[in-house]
């Protein structure tokens, strides 16, 4: 089993920024990729990014929405998963979610939230206008 705990979320002005935390723990030598998702209310859960961390931090996957402002750090000591956030903007409000799970490197490119089976209980992030 592994566990994901999200954190850093808050309210921001657009323009913004925030900087999310996972700390993953449990069969983390299970994990071999990481991913961001978020959802804003009444739409569908979008995966924003991903990471493959085994091998280490060869590769990152991000939506086009959020390409260039947007940014995946992980550190391999303290099991934890970063999202920096710059540039926010209305259209970024939603709770955010980490998740692990995938083995190929296609499914963590593709970030299809099914194909996740590990989920933390996710951070609120809003940006007002």
């Known amino acids: 089993q592994v566990q994901l705990v999200e954190s850093g979320g808050g309210s921001v002005q657009a323009g913004g920024s925030l900087n999310l935390s996972c700390v993953v723990s449990?069969?983390?030598?299970?994990?071999?990729?990481l991913g961001w998702f978020r959802q804003a209310p009444g739409k569908e859960r979008e995966g924003v990014a991903s990471r493959y961390i085994y091998p280490e931090g060869l590769t990152t996957f991000y939506a086009d929405s959020v390409k260039g402002r947007f940014s995946v750090a992980h550190d391999n000591a303290k099991n934890t998963l970063y999202l920096q956030m710059n540039n926010l903007g209305p259209e970024d409000t939603g709770m955010y979610y980490c998740?692990?799970?995938?083995?190929?490197?296609?499914?963590?490119?593709?970030?299809?939230?099914?194909?996740?089976?590990?989920w933390g209980q996710g951070t609120q992030v809003a940006v007002s206008s």
């Open positions: 998740a692990a799970g995938p083995t190929a490197l296609s499914q963590c490119r593709d970030r299809r939230p099914n194909d996740y089976h590990y």
């Open positions: 449990g069969y983390t030598y299970r994990t071999k990729c």
